[in-house]
């Protein structure tokens, strides 16, 4: 199949910018593969993995724009090519007579003298030194970048802790300061709750659910993935929830983290017990445990989410409460009261895989996380359940995360789905800003898809579960995204947990437990 990989020299752009690019192109006629790319050695390394291997990929710089795109023929990448250089061209710029862009972070500050936060978005090997100069100036930052070396973001957050600064990140998803969300989030109401967390879809599924149930957040504060790991020990995690426990509209402080290490989980009970405000832990992929000194562990984000509701007052509408979790599974095994095949559960957001799995196991189910990619048409690994993270490193490889571009999930919901012993399909949907604009469309097409290919073997009707995470708010709207799943056979939950308890129960029968 014809390729292409061109590099554009010195024409930088962030990755958001970037993976809209590769999401767009994608979706052209006769395209099967699309990246663009900065040529950093990591990329350039991704998209080696992925196939491409053209001489170019050799000579790119950090600062290059690289596109590789893989299609049908020859007019297919030109047309890629020219619709490529239409949206670079198109791209926002300052409007006639209109200051000039800062070139760098030192003019962006004199420009905005006033600004109390950096956003960082460059390259891994680039990102420390940028936030290292923000630090210094007195300002807090969002490190989205991700490939940050550890020694870097220690660096970091100890100047931060030692300048009364936050550092979230590196590779930090999530975050709404003051109602304005950065990175992916969602768009939720202003509230009493506050929520730190080092796991981004699980900030996500709270702040949605604490909107469905009536009530909101002050603030959101992300982290990065490895803040509760050893050797950073909770450095911003400790920060996030000192400053929540002095911003007077934070009633309940919400946690939210996946791997925490068993002495910093230890040392931050101590410190959450004395912030002096009601507190609710999620650790995920870890079963609830004992409540203690004012601190509420809970077993789910879904439980996480009705407990600060809870703990707010009386005031909230518990919306979800009128959807008891008995209900859904009632419905659902009146319908089909045992599925008989395998499970496949097909995630873009990491964490809520996570919830999805214990569940599972809980339920005394075998389940398999795979550490390699399924293929289209390959065997399915084992005879376990599978519940497979999307955003895994070699999913995404040379390609943007699930959230953006589906495609590489819509063609898994496509292959397996069809496989005779699938009998059940768990996916999630995570909706906000910088997520992907229209993403029910194109699962329920996938799933459609799929049972179209089942009829034509004479396989048994397969059953689709989703949860979606989101509010009516998102530029693409919840409720239409469950209507659009709706009419193409799917059954909505409202959190990742609650499908994954309903189908567990698909899979046990009436006499599970």
């Known amino acids: 199949m014809p390729e292409s990989v061109l590099v554009h020299r010195g024409r930088y752009h962030d990755s958001a910018f970037l993976m809209r690019l590769s999401r767009e192109l994608s979706a052209r006629p006769g395209v099967q593969e699309a990246v663009v790319v900065m040529g950093t050695e990591m990329n350039r390394e991704l998209l080696r993995g992925a196939g491409f291997h053209a001489p170019a990929l050799d000579t790119a710089g950090p600062m290059d724009l690289v596109v590789a795109v893989r299609a049908s023929d020859g007019k297919a990448i030109e047309g890629a090519s020219r619709e490529l250089e239409r949206l670079l061209q198109a791209a926002p710029t300052a409007a006639p007579g209109a200051a000039a862009r800062p070139g760098s972070l030192v003019e962006a500050l004199r420009a905005q003298p006033d600004a109390d936060l950096v956003s960082v978005a460059v390259p891994g090997e680039y990102a420390g030194h940028v936030a290292l100069a923000a630090l210094r100036a007195g300002r807090h930052v969002f490190l989205f970048s991700n490939n940050v070396p550890l020694e870097d973001e220690l660096r970091l957050k100890r100047l931060a802790r030692e300048r009364g600064l936050l550092v979230m990140g590196p590779d930090c998803g999530t975050a709404i300061l003051g109602g304005v969300g950065l990175g992916f989030a969602n768009r939720v109401r202003r509230g009493p709750v506050g929520l730190v967390g080092a796991s981004g879809t699980g900030l996500q599924e709270v702040s949605s659910l604490l909107h469905q149930l009536g009530s909101g957040v002050s603030h959101v504060l992300g982290t990065g993935s490895r803040d509760l790991g050893a ?71 879904e439980e996480a989410a009705c407990a600060a509701a809870a703990l707010v007052g009386p005031a909230t509408a518990p919306a979800l409460a009128t959807c008891p979790l008995e ?187």
């Open 231 to 301: 050797e950073v020990g909770g450095l911003m995690t400790e920060a996030g929830l000192e400053l929540l426990a002095g911003d007077e509209g934070t009633r309940v402080i919400g946690l939210v983290a996946k791997h925490p290490a068993a002495e910093v989980a230890e040392r931050l009970h101590r410190v959450l017990a004395r912030l002096g405000k009601p507190v609710v832990v999620r650790y995920l992929g870890q079963p609830a445990r004992s409540s203690a000194d004012g601190v509420t562990y809970t077993g789910s984000l």
């Open 327 to 513: 209900d859904d599974v009632r419905e659902l095994l009146s319908l089909r009261p045992r599925v008989e095949g395998r499970l496949v559960a097909l995630f873009g957001g990491g964490s809520l895989a996570a919830e999805a799995a214990l569940v599972l196991r809980g339920q005394g189910l075998e389940v398999e996380e795979p550490d390699r990619p399924l293929g289209a048409g390959a065997p399915l690994p084992g005879r376990a359940h599978l519940v497979v993270d999307t955003g895994e490193d070699f999913y995404t490889r040379g390609k943007p995360h699930p959230m953006v571009d589906q495609t590489v999930r819509c063609g898994l919901v496509r292959a397996l789905g069809a496989e005779p012993g699938v009998g059940l399909l768990l996916l999630d949907l995570v909706l906000g800003d910088g997520a992907h604009p229209d993403p029910a469309a194109e699962l329920g097409a996938a799933v459609r898809s799929a049972r179209a290919a089942r009829e034509a073997r004479g396989a048994p009707p397969l059953l689709v579960l989703a949860s979606v995470t989101g509010t009516e708010l998102d530029p693409q709207d919840a409720n239409r995204q469950r209507g659009l799943l709706t009419a193409a056979g799917v059954h909505c939950q409202a959190s990742a947990w609650r499908a994954a308890v309903v189908a567990s129960a698909l899979l046990t029968g009436p006499g599970g437990k």
